[in-house]
């Protein structure tokens, strides 16, 4: 097994060694001594609220109930999760959309299946520390920005808000801070002069006024604003081949991920503080709150996703250094919609 390799119902922050608490509610209908078959998910971030609709799915037993067990396989960063599902780590990635970019250069057929997130949920801010010099955009030159890794959504996001404003990737220096807690202090210390990151950490920051933010990612207005419209934000995928020979494992994480996604949309903040584990409210769960309610709107209604959206990401993507790749993939071609129907009409209002 994996060292990144830790067993179901433990989300992990890998460079803080933190494991979650068990389950929380009652798995109705199902029996607690039953062997389900088994999926790994390789993700980054594991315990921020990029990936909340899969906390809730894993702690309210969401998954268990449509008949699939999970174990997490995580990594700091994007780029890493992705890469151990290319390398058989793992069978499924929880990332950003436009993973799919790059993935389907290495694997044919590599498409999302579910949706949980709407937007980035993404910001990027600049440290506010005494001697930091910072009047406008162009005092970012030469300075180090923290991203997860290199040719993580961190990154491209960093990358593409910089060609936005007159400035180009190499004029900043990226520094790979990962995607745990610790970047705080990557922050605090001076390693990082700016930081890109999800939520809570960014919002943490912002309200101890620690960062001013430059550029968010994180509602449907500032993310229609800054790209022209919407764009996929975190979702689920796997090639074509894991999808065929396991389709009633991808329909039951499907239906886990859809069902908290209806779940979330009526939640209320005590119900999420029960359904989360403490070790993700960075001890301050009135911050985390915050941060859930700004971030609200953002998650994914019915795990669709649309054709439309698709093609901006597409566009968006192919803009970057590293986009000449990316233009060569259909982006009709990087999902398919055929699980996520199926578990809307299971789980319709």
Known sequence: ????????????????????????????????????????????????????????????????QAGVAID????????????????????????????LFFLQQKVQGFQAFVQTGRTPQLSLGVSVRPGLVWRSVMDLKGMRVGVSALDSSTHWMACYWLMNHG????????????????????????????????????HWLEQKNEIRVLFDARSLSSTRKFFGGLMPGACLMASADFMQRQSDRVQA?????????????????????????AEHWLGDRAVYLSAFEKLRESYAVDGLLRSDEVMNAWRVHARLPNGVGAARVLPEKTFTNAFALKSRSRFAA
């Open 1 to 64: 097994m994996s060292k990144a390799l830790w067993g179901r119902r433990s989300f992990l922050w890998t460079s803080m060694g933190w494991l979650s608490g068990g389950p929380v509610g009652v798995f109705a209908n199902v029996d607690p001594g039953r062997s389900l078959p088994r999926v790994r998910i390789a993700l980054a971030a594991a315990q921020s609220l990029y990936h909340l609709p899969l906390t809730v799915a894993d702690q309210l037993g969401f998954f268990r």
């Open 72 to 99: 997490w396989v995580v990594h700091d960063s994007g780029a890493k999760a992705a890469n151990s599902v290319l390398q058989g780590q793992a069978d499924v990635l929880s990332g950003a959309f436009e993973h």
């Open 167 to 202: 400035l180009l990737p190499e004029d900043v220096v990226f520094v790979p801070v990962g995607s745990s807690p610790q970047v705080v202090e990557s922050l605090r210390s001076g390693a990082i002069d700016a930081l890109c990151q999800p939520d809570p950490v960014m």
């Open 253 to 277: 994480l499907s239906d886990g991920v859809v069902h908290a996604l209806k779940w979330l949309q009526t939640a209320g903040v005590t119900d999420v503080l029960k359904a989360v584990p």
